[in-house]
Structures are given as structure tokens and as C-alpha cells.
């Protein structure tokens, strides 16, 4: 593909110059070679002398701005010049972002802003937390429906997986005799409750940091045994992009042990 955009010299600058004169006796077009600088001038040389230092001005420094701005600046994977009037028009920085504002978390947060297409489903939401370094989980619900609602475990058995303990393995007091896991199921279909749960979602964190108290650097009766930090800034996009007729609750309750 030909490059859309051909950088122009000096000499083609001094050579349409030159074209945009009037013509007369007063403005003679005679002049010496570009090439010679060090040719002798006459009187009838001056105005091409001054148009091709006029000339350099636009081929050497304007022409090679408007390429850098052309190339660079309206790319917004490069842009550096005119990344703030990127951010202005795209609502950027995000009022919901924690991380430090430096050049590629400002480029990423633009490519983000730019590339990213809307939708109401789970995946949505869990590639979203995804792409701020979380994993969730998102329940739904639904309340109890006379002739639909039934009664008994409604979860999805067959993502359910049990394990038992076994002799040799399990450690007593540890190890639970049946250990239920519900990572590839949902939670339950149908709840009692007042027929607005089915507007409400739940978001459970799993990997958010975990802060335990340790001997030495805790005080007693100051620090918490155990602190977790929020996640703030998923809260705030989720809730910022949550169909307007829902009411969203993050879970901490599930996050896992070994982080922190």
C-alpha cells in the first residue's frame, strides 16, 4: 500500500513557491541550481534566493512536524503530544482508576476506552475484571414462581464436584469427611424473597490480597487479625456499567486463603 502521506524537501516546497509567483518583469524566475549554493547571484536571482530559504522553513521543519503529528499523534497506541486531547475527548482519566498515571496505563486505559463494545451478560462483566486482574464469580437470582419453583437442590449437579476423604491423605481435623465443590456450578435458582431479588446480582471476588496479622509489626487491639483489601476500582466500573435497573453486592467472602 503507497504511503498516504509523501514527505515534501525544501526544493519542492522553493519549486511550488516558485510557481505561485506572478509573472513580469518584476519577478524573475532565474536562479541557480539548488544544489550550488556557492554559484554566483544577480540582481534578478534575489526573489528565488528568498523563496528558497523561505522553502526550508516548510520542508525541513513544518512538512516534518505535520508527518510526526500525521504518523505518531494520531495513532492512539504512540501518541505522546497529544495524548491529554485524546483523554479530553474520551472522558479519560477514568474516575474509577487507582493505578498511577504514567505514559502506557494512559495509552492502555485510551485503547481500552476506545475498543471496548458494551453488553448485559456475565462473561462481559467477568472479562472486565478479568483485564483489571481480578477473578469473580456473578450470581443471579430468582424468587420462588407457584407452578415453576420446585423444591430440593436446584444447582446443577453435574458441575458439582464431591470428594471424599481418604485414609492415608485426609488430615483429621483439617480435611472435611465430604467436600463439596462449587466453582463449575451456580448457586441456587430460586430463593424466597420479594419478587425485586431477580434485579439483584452478586459479584464474589476471589483473588483480592490478604493481610494477616503478624507477631513483631501488629498491635494488639489496633490491627485486625486479618485485613483484605477492596477492590475498589472494579467496584466502581461495575457499577458504573450495571443495566440501570439492577442493584449490584460484591462478595468478599470467597476469596482465597493463600493470597496476601
Known sequence: MADPFVR???DDYAEAFQDLHPVGPAW??????????TAPRGDDEALSDLT?????????????RAADL???????????????DWERAFGLPDPCSTEAPNLAL???ALIRKL???????RQFFIDLAAGLGY???????????????????TRPAGRLVYTYARCGSARCGVDPILKIDLSGGDDWVWRLGAPNIRFIWRVSILNTALRWQRGGVAECGVDHHCEFGLATDLECVIRRLAPAHTQVLFDYSQVAIGNG
Request: hydrophobic letters at 30%.
Open 8 to 10: 515534501r524537501s525544501a
Open 28 to 37: 524573475p524566475r532565474a536562479e541557480a541550481p539548488a544544489s550550488d549554493d
Open 115 to 121: 475498543t471496548m463494545v458494551g453488553r448485559q451478560d
Open 135 to 153: 477473578q469473580i464469580r456473578i450470581y443471579e437470582y430468582r424468587p420462588v414462581v407457584c407452578g415453576e419453583t420446585r423444591c430440593g437442590d
Open 106 to 108: 494512559r495509552r492502555e
Open 70 to 84: 500525521l504518523f505518531i499523534e494520531t495513532d492512539p497506541r504512540q501518541t505522546y503530544e497529544l495524548l491529554t
Open 52 to 64: 528558497r530559504g523561505l522553502a526550508k522553513v516548510w520542508g525541513n521543519k513544518v512538512d516534518a
